[in-house]
């Protein structure tokens, strides 16, 4: 790579670490993250293929307190930029993004322990925050938060940046070397992984009333007719006639109801 699209790759490695503790901007998500790499690197289209598929996973992932997700960050970056390499170097796009997905768990679980040490290096500057609190001086814990949060982008652009450095022969040998049964089961892999984090997603939202929209989105989705707009279309439609029902029945049900429309007709008939 040149030092140019390994400067940019920096660049997008850091905003993506320190939005996997932020959850702001959402850089560390993994359709945007790939995306970005995939425009730096020449391959934007393979970026949104991949992305697309590692988003799938990443749907289930979430950081609630103190407990932090799988590192989407890395997985997305690392494997995106692996996938750049194995482009560069005249690999099939569709086995390049199905070995990249399969290498995108791994790598998640590689930047939960990165996760965990940042963490521990940041204890002294907590430490260092409540001085500065107890004498009110408020630049200085400014100035460390800053720093806490720049650990945790530097925790994902010092591994991303070293992986440019690999070259793209010893990439392209290694996926060449795979036999066709390893390279097929990563394939396969991949998609069911991508299935296990929609799942993941389907099991905290499933509700007796959601169900018919997920039955029927399944129906739409089958009629070749209606593009990606129309099926946004009728999506959204649906949502805001459904948020009017239950507001309606908030309104006249009172106490009665549950402010559910759906869930108080399929009430009636239990």
Request: charged fraction near 10%; aromatic fraction near 6%.
């Amino acid at each position: 790579m040149s030092p140019i699209t390994i400067l940019l790759v920096f660049i997008v490695s850091f905003l993506a670490g320190m939005e996997g503790i932020l959850d702001e901007w959402e850089f560390h998500q993994p359709l945007v993250a790939c995306t970005l790499i995939g425009i730096v690197t020449g391959h934007p289209t393979e970026g949104i293929m991949l992305g697309g598929s590692l988003q799938m996973i990443a749907l289930g992932w979430a950081n609630i307190g103190a407990a932090v997700a799988p590192d989407a960050a890395l997985a997305s970056v690392a494997s995106a930029i692996l996938m750049a390499l194995a482009l560069n170097g005249n690999q099939d796009p569709t086995n390049a993004i199905s070995t990249s997905i399969a290498l995108a768990i791994p790598l998640s679980v590689a930047g939960l322990f990165l996760t965990m040490l940042c963490r521990t290096i940041a204890i002294p500057m907590v430490h260092a925050m409540d001085a500065a609190a107890e004498r009110a001086d408020f630049r200085a814990i400014e100035v460390w938060q800053v720093l806490a949060i720049c650990l945790q982008g530097i925790r994902i652009a010092i591994p991303a940046t070293a992986l440019c450095f690999i070259p793209v022969d010893a990439v392209t040998a290694v996926l060449s070397a795979m036999p066709a049964w390893l390279s097929g089961g990563m394939q396969v892999g991949g998609g069911m992984v991508a299935a296990v984090g929609y799942a993941m997603v389907i099991n905290m939202m499933a509700t007796k009333e959601t169900w018919p929209f997920f039955a029927l989105g399944f129906v739409l989705a089958a009629l070749s007719g209606l593009t990606l707009i129309a099926l946004g279309v009728i999506g959204l439609s649906l949502a805001l006639i459904y948020l009017g029902l239950k507001e309606l029945a908030t309104q006249n049900g009172g106490a009665a109801g549950s402010g559910d429309p759906l869930g108080d007709i399929l009430d009636d008939y239990e």
